[in-house]
């Protein structure tokens, strides 16, 4: 089985490439470019009250980049719903290496000490691509996404690709739109192509830990969260649908 180069993840990422494999033990990856591309437009955010509600209820501890490695096996775990996965040993490893070196990010939902919902991306500029997400009790993903969305939008984020629709997304805002549009997005958000040219601010790297430094001033540059209310992070995403 040979490695993906992590270098190439990246330069993959940037022109709207991702990598996948057939099932678990699959040995090799193949990389993939949709026609249609899923994406979450950080605006158009759909928070519904009930989700708003658990939120403010803070029934989840949730944080970011305790747990990357947990996250990605939990996504790559077998469920009934989802007998196998994209993600094989050399993907896991790839990301892996993108996290040490600051490029690949994870938000975890806790229940006491038990890891019970999440999701990890990569980071490039002022993009991030979601990977994966697990839920092993209501909700969790969903508030995952939340906390993602306002995260991202205090970090000066300006895309948020979610690869494909499913109905669980495009309850919470994203659309599917086509490759020239998409690439289009993806150029603004990495800071190069006809709409910088043109004069459009160019997009400097955005800050995941924005929001750390935001709820408790003073904060690292770049640190794994500490606690911060539901109540802050409804406030942040604004009006409920």
């Not at 940037?14 to 990389?31: H, K, L, N, Q, T």
């Not at 994209?86 to 690949?104: K, M, S, T, V």
């Not at 770049?222 to 995403?237: A, D, N």
């Amino acid at each position: 089985m040979s490695m993906l180069d992590p270098d190439l993840l990246l330069r993959a990422y940037s022109v709207g490439v991702f990598p996948m494999a057939d099932g678990r033990a699959a040995p090799e990856i193949f990389w993939v470019e949709p026609k249609k591309r899923g994406i979450l437009p950080l605006e158009s955010f759909k928070l519904s009250r009930s989700l708003a509600k658990t939120i403010r209820s803070d029934r989840f501890r949730v944080t970011a980049d305790h747990a990357f490695a947990q996250v990605v096996a939990a996504c790559a775990a077998p469920t009934e719903q989802r007998p196998d996965t994209w993600i094989n040993p050399q993907i896991e490893a790839a990301y892996a290496d993108l996290h040490r070196r600051g490029h690949a990010h994870s938000v975890e939902c806790w229940q006491g000490e038990a890891l019970v919902g999440g999701l990890y991306g990569v980071k490039l500029g002022a993009a991030f691509f979601g990977e994966s997400m697990f839920s092993r009790t209501r909700d969790a993903s969903k508030v995952a996404l939340a906390w993602l969305v306002a995260r991202l939008r205090v970090g000066g984020f300006r895309l948020l690709d979610c690869q494909f629709i499913t109905d669980h997304l495009a309850s919470m805002g994203a659309v599917e739109i086509g490759r020239q549009h998409y690439v289009g997005l993806l150029d603004a958000a990495l800071g190069v192509g006809p709409s910088v040219a043109a004069g459009a601010s160019p997009a400097s790297g955005a800050d995941f830990f924005a929001l750390d430094r935001l709820a408790a001033p003073g904060a690292a540059a770049e640190t794994v969260s500490g606690p911060i209310s539901g109540c802050f992070i409804t406030q942040l995403l604004g009006q409920t649908s």
